[in-house]
């Protein structure tokens, strides 16, 4: 559903003129991701590549996609809803020990490889007009994560639930 929603709308500007924040991003990565998978023979959901290639090997015991709105206790907020509505986007519940060993992935790349990694951390588009105040100048949006001073990492959010790490 997502997808024939993005098909159906026109870009906003030509590509690399302008920025926006979209989860609409994430929803084609994950059907990229599956794409890609069945070329390599096999046919996974992002929600089995994510678990299979990035969770379990990290040893995230504490993070998982709830496929309905029993979200795993303690959560942090009332709020009822499926979040595997929103897909590759902001499906994953987590805890903080969790969010802090996916902090260090980041920070480390362990799960890349060195080129993928040395992209990871150099390939940004500057984000000036977004600037926080007493914010550090470099502030930019590179490949999934966001760059905050000398600070790399993610924020996420659906309604009721938020967090972000840096490392």
Known sequence: AALAYIRGTNPKWLPGTQ???NNSNYVVLGAVLEA????HGTSRT????????????????????PSNSSLPTPAASGNVFNP??????????????????WGTELRDGTLLTPESQTLRL??????VDRQIDGGPEVFGFGLGT?????????G???PGFCATTFA
Do not use: M
Request: no cysteine; aromatic share 12%; net charge negative.
């Open 84 to 101: 595997e509505f929103f897909g590759a986007s902001g499906a994953l519940v987590s805890t903080i020990g969790d969010l802090q060993k």
């Open 36 to 39: 890609l998978d069945v070329t």
């Open 122 to 127: 150099n390939v940004w588009r500057s984000i």
């Open 146 to 154: 966001i760059s905050y001073g000398q600070w790399i990492g993610h």
């Open 156 to 158: 996420g959010s659906v």
């Open 19 to 21: 920025y926006e924040y």
């Open 46 to 65: 992002v929600k089995d590549i994510l678990t299979d290639d990035i969770i379990t090997p990290l040893g995230l015991t504490e993070t998982s996609w």
